[in-house]
């Protein structure tokens, strides 16, 4: 799965939440981070990133 992909899924589940938790999404696709708001108020971001433990 490439990052875009995993993007695209992460939007859709989050779009998918009841609308009485989130309220709105909003992306950066430059800084790949979401910004979700949710009902309450409250502000969160989630970035996302291709990443790779150390062996």
Same mark, same amino acid.
């Given at each position: 799965m !490439?990052? #875009?992909?995993?993007? +695209?899924?992460l939007?859709?589940?989050l779009? +998918?939440? +009841?609308? +009485?938790?989130?309220?709105?999404? #909003? !992306?950066?696709?430059?800084?790949? !981070? ?10 969160? #971001?989630? #970035? ?8």
């Open positions: !490439t990052l #875009e992909d995993f993007k +695209d899924w939007f859709e589940v779009n +998918d939440l +009841d609308s +009485d938790i989130l309220a709105d999404i #909003e !992306t950066n696709e430059k800084l790949n !981070t979401f910004q979700i708001s949710m009902a309450g108020g409250n502000v969160f #971001e989630i #970035e996302c990133r291709n990443w790779k433990p150390c062996k």
